[in-house]
């Protein structure tokens, strides 16, 4: 964990086990924690329900966390890190040769997939606009680390592209979906699949300008 973050941020406020006993039952947590809050909310959770849900006793959850918002924190890391593992998995040798209505579309599809599969993340994100502190730390790393990935993907799909431009380009696409992926999180199903076409329609019509096909 914590592998997408720079080495200035501040040290995260649980504890990694080391072994593959202790690692199991901390995966245990953070999986109990997720399911929780996805069903009841954050608020409504205690520290005493995500470890009867785990199957493991108060004390065991304290061991590698001082406070439910520890978990919380720890929860939003794992999420964050297996986005960006999804994000290096879809940029392959085949993605180049997509058209890029193709790309955009596969890659939106891909990450809403993933946040189909996983409840908790919305929980997750919905509860982060109301305790950002950490969160935001968390959401800028990850957003710096894909754009410096997109940016890479850039040069290999548009050579004559300066740096300093493919970099801005990927900054404007990052962080266009990434607010957009947060307000389809805030409403109803129908709500979230327009955003998401939408999405697509904005990012296609801005990408093409420089990547025509």
């Known amino acids: 964990m914590a592998e997408i973050f720079d080495q200035d941020r501040q040290a995260p406020r649980w504890r990694l086990p080391k072994q593959d006993r202790s690692r199991e039952r901390f995966d245990r947590i953070l999986d109990a924690a997720a399911a929780l ?17 785990a199957d493991t006793s108060v004390g065991g959850l304290y061991r590698f966390f001082p406070d439910k918002l520890a978990v919380f924190h720890a929860l939003a890391d794992r999420y964050f890190n297996q986005l960006q593992k999804l994000f290096v998995a879809l940029h392959t040798e085949e993605t180049l040769q997509l058209p ?14 993933f946040v189909v599969a996983n409840p908790g993340y919305r929980a997750v994100f919905a509860q982060s606009r109301l305790i950002p502190t950490e969160i935001l730390s968390m959401d800028t790393s990850f957003n710096q680390a894909t754009v410096h990935r997109l940016a890479d993907f850039f040069a290999v799909r548009n050579p004559l592209l300066e740096p300093d431009q493919r970099n801005l380009i990927a900054v404007v696409s990052v962080e266009v979906g990434s607010v957009l ?4 999180l805030t409403r109803d199903l129908r709500f979230r699949q327009q955003i998401l076409i939408e999405t697509k329609k904005l990012l296609i019509a801005y990408l093409k300008q420089y990547f025509p096909d």
């Open 37 to 53: 809050f996805a069903e009841v909310g954050y608020d409504a959770v205690t520290a005493d329900e995500i470890a009867a849900r």
């Open 100 to 113: 890029l209505e193709d790309y955009i579309n596969h890659m939106i599809d891909t990450f809403d997939q």
């Open 181 to 184: 992926d947060l307000l389809s």
